[in-house]
């Protein structure tokens, strides 16, 4: 059954499209993309006001299964994402057990084609059961589909560890993903160290861990000629750094999620367990720091580690809580907030940094409109506001320091493979 | 007792004590103006009026402590309420039961005031927000004491008359001290100076921006001695140690013990005071703390007092009206 997407104001910057255009998809694939195509009996989505783009790619979920099925399965993570705009997402390994092998790899990925909601691509990871001791196999992960190895929730603490593994990776030429956090700096913190830990007697995280972190990995991408990924950047520091390793060449590429983009540490108000995130949020200089590292492309993409945790782990003391919030269906509300509405980055630029360059680090066919390509669009009401209602989440995760903020810029419907999903 | 802030105009409205950040000068005024009312009770030959008679007030603490439990329960039962100690060792988590578990369990019991202690910071905040009883934090991690910083409030008032204009020097591990914080905001809102003096591995950052008009920092202990009126010790622990925050409790002393030879040169009627219990012959040697400006064993006298105001001002709070004590 033929699908046509009419009136739309297709952004693809891939292609170097943003302007009204009709796009036209049979059997999953887009097979022409025009200013205006007539195609007799094809289903129509009227897209008019509408904004049209590829599906977002979100390099860095959480889905929780295998093991914690009561915080996410599969499904329900893969539900969330489409309301959230991205058909495809790239599960993190810190799962119980952790995606070290092939036989869980191919797990999740018969789980997810079974579903057929969304792609999933694996993140395998880089040590056995994530302890930081042995390195994984890695061809044999990287044969079962892994898109990049990780060993995200710790760091790779073992500098000739990470050494090896870098330089072991070159063969496959794909990404060490790397949570970059000098574990001793971060001395079991829960938060960002600065006034607000000091008002609210908790135990501060200095932006070094980080940075300290990342100076050590970019050293090391730059002896071994291995790539590596930092996940999820929250310190000005951190991101100076990529910028001058990048003006060297060295193999470097980084992420920075949503509500670092958003929010500071003040998020955290009266012991608000919602913004407890690792790394966590940071000081307002960090801030713009991030932001403005995603605007010179220091930092090449947008993740939302989407994390979700169950309520009574989440409504538990401030030191006790996990660190982890749903950031999949609040995503583009925030970008929009936080980047489209002043004016920081365009919708060219954005779309690029949700879902061009994130498939460009995962090395997967997504991101674009291209003619042939699978039908995987996102359509956005960029004129829409919404409040953000954690109870309506389809992520099990309710917990988001956004709860109860009004967003603008709704997504519509996302389309997987051609195939509509209601919002 | 004198009143700095107009008290007499303030009324208790708050539900919750859960510590001075966010209380006004008046509300702290008006505590410590209650408990002046209730101090003589504790001489009386029968220490016992009837002004919480019929209410039920839980000692919830998480964490280990004899003397504020004591304290509390003292109060309790000299204010004719009925009171229950429990002692959840270690994190309720642990054994499978969550906070918020153990809280709705006690409600569900029809109790009136929640005393809680928890070594995490933000729990008795956690506990507020769900519970319907009035909650009094009793310690909560590194964050508030804020019947402690009440009651040393109290003692500063009883023994110089003014809390506004004193010079007041919090020494030793402000870093996990729950008391310093407490303390600085209500210093500040009631016009003291504070300084803060310990190594700098023990001084949080941006610790100078704390209360109204900040602090200043200091890491010579003669700077801080010199021109207080209070010198208020923080206790040192071992841990701190261990933590590689101060590479031996011996030089800790050194540094920033005080001896009666550093007394030499603060005021002649500075005032010691300790939170207890002391570690002797760390921050504080014997001969100081049993010595003639040492008013600890008036601090405790006077958590009594604080502590019977701030369960009487809660319970009233909580039930929408304000008797008179007695």
């Known amino acids: ?423 | 007792m004198a009143t700095e802030h107009a008290e007499q105009t303030a009324q208790w409205t708050k539900k919750d004590l859960l510590g001075l950040r966010h209380l006004t000068p008046e509300e702290i005024t008006l505590v410590l103006h209650t408990a002046a009312s209730f101090r003589d009770i504790s001489l009386r030959p029968i220490k016992k009026v009837p002004a919480l008679r019929g209410k039920t007030i839980v000692n919830l603490f998480f964490e280990p402590s004899t003397r504020t439990r004591t304290s509390f329960e003292l109060a309790a039962k000299r204010l004719s309420a009925d009171i229950v100690n429990i002692a959840a060792a270690g994190s309720s988590l642990s054994k499978g039961e969550t906070v918020l578990d153990t809280v709705r369990n006690l409600e569900a019991m029809k109790v009136d005031v929640l005393v809680v202690r928890h070594a995490a910071a933000g729990v008795p905040h956690l506990i507020a927000q769900h519970a319907a009883s009035s909650v009094i934090n009793a310690g909560d991690g590194a964050h508030e004491h804020p019947t402690q910083a009440l009651l040393d409030l109290f003692t500063m008032h009883e023994k110089k008359g003014r809390v506004t204009g004193l010079q007041v020097s919090i020494i030793g591990d402000i870093a996990h001290s729950r008391v310093a914080r407490s303390n600085i905001w209500g210093l500040t809102k009631l016009g003291a100076r504070v300084t803060l003096c310990g190594p700098p591995t023990l001084i949080p950052p941006h610790v100078e921006q704390l209360g109204q008009g900040g602090v200043r920092v200091t890491h010579q202990l003669e700077e801080a001695i010199r021109g207080a009126d209070v010198l208020m010790l923080l206790r040192i622990q071992h841990e701190r140690q261990e933590a590689q925050l101060v590479p031996s409790l011996r030089e800790f002393r050194l540094h920033y013990g005080i001896t009666r030879e550093r007394l030499a040169s603060a005021k002649p009627d500075v005032l010691i005071m300790h939170p207890g219990p002391v570690n002797r012959g760390v921050e504080l040697d014997s001969d100081v703390a049993d010595g003639p400006y040492s008013v600890i064993l008036d601090q405790v006298t006077n958590g009594l007092a604080v502590r019977m105001a701030v369960l009487y001002l809660v319970s009233g709070a909580s039930r929408g009206d304000h008797e008179a004590a007695d």
């Open chain 1, 1 to 423: 059954m033929k699908l046509l997407i009419k009136g739309g104001h297709v952004v693809d910057p891939a292609n170097r499209r943003d302007g009204r255009t009709d796009i036209l998809i049979d059997r999953g694939k887009i097979v022409d993309v025009h200013a205006s195509i007539l195609a007799d009996g094809a289903k129509t989505i009227d897209a008019s006001g509408k904004l049209v783009t590829p599906g977002f790619v979100d390099l860095h979920t959480h889905l929780r299964e295998p093991g914690r099925e009561d915080k996410e399965t599969i499904e329900t993570g893969a539900r969330a994402a489409l309301r959230g705009g991205f058909t495809t997402v790239c599960a993190m390994p810190n799962t119980t057990p952790a995606i070290d092998q092939r036989g869980t790899v191919d797990l999740v990925h018969r789980e997810a084609e079974r579903l057929g909601l969304v792609t999933v691509k694996v993140v395998g990871a880089i040590t056995r059961g994530r302890a930081g001791n042995e390195l994984t196999d890695f061809a044999e992960l990287f044969d079962a589909g892994c898109v990049a190895l990780s060993d995200d929730g710790s760091a790779v603490a073992n500098g000739f560890l990470m050494r090896r593994a870098l330089e072991y990776a070159k063969l496959f030429g794909r990404p060490l993903i790397q949570h970059a956090e000098e574990p001793t700096l971060f001395a079991n913190g829960v938060m960002n160290e600065g006034l607000v830990s000091t008002t609210l007697g908790l135990r501060g995280i200095p932006g070094e861990s980080e940075s300290v972190m990342v100076a050590r990995d970019i050293a090391l991408a730059e002896l071994t000629g291995g790539w590596v990924h930092v996940a999820h950047l929250s310190s000005a520091k951190s991101v100076e750094m990529i910028r001058q390793a990048k003006r060297r060449d060295v193999r470097v590429t980084a992420e920075v999620t949503p509500h670092h983009l958003a929010l500071t540490e003040e998020a955290i108000g009266e012991f608000d367990t919602r913004a407890k995130v690792n790394p966590p949020l940071r000081a307002e200089e960090d801030r713009q720091a991030l932001i403005e590292g995603l605007r010179d492309g220091t930092i090449d993409c947008i993740a939302t580690d989407h994390a979700p945790h169950t309520d009574w782990e989440k409504e538990a003391d401030f030191d006790s809580a996990p660190f982890g919030i749903s950031g999949l269906e609040t995503a583009l509300g925030v970008c929009a907030h936080t980047l489209i509405a002043p004016k920081l980055l365009t919708w060219p630029q954005l779309i690029e940094r949700l879902a061009v360059n994130p498939a460009r680090i995962a090395g997967i066919e997504a991101g674009t409109l291209n003619i042939g390509a699978w039908a995987d669009v996102a359509i956005i009401d960029p004129n829409a506001t919404w409040t953000v209602e954690p109870k309506h989440f389809s992520s099990k995760g309710r917990h988001t320091p956004f709860a109860g903020r009004q967003l603008p810029a709704a997504v519509v419907t996302a389309l997987h493979h051609g195939a509509e999903a209601g919002r």
